[in-house]
């Protein structure tokens, strides 16, 4: 029976090690479903984005503030459906009143928001 390195050789290689989720879903976080374009975004934090595009399309998302500041979110270059991930941002973007998310690129496209309230 092969054993584990270090001390304590009772468990086997073949024992569960317990995952962490790196980014733990907030409990009041909600799912948005977008079209390409320029579209409003509902007051929170934006947490994520789960892009869905044209097999090879490439696209620019960013969020457009209220007093017209724009933060990039991502740009996507080639993409591979069969690779279609959950983008979770590093720092959240708040979202204020009159946000906006704006999706540039290839048509045709979606795009689903996560966002915290």
Known sequence: MAARCGGDRSKTALDPIPIKPTVPPPSKARTVALSCGDRPLPPG????????????????????????HQEIVAWIRDYEADFADTYWLESPILL????????????PCRVEATIDS
């Open 96 to 107: 204020r009143r009159g946000s906006r998310l704006r999706v540039e690129g290839d048509l």
């Open 45 to 68: 934090r934006l947490l994520a984005i789960k892009p869905s595009l044209a097999e090879g399309a490439s696209a620019g998302f960013s969020v457009i503030l209220p007093g017209g």
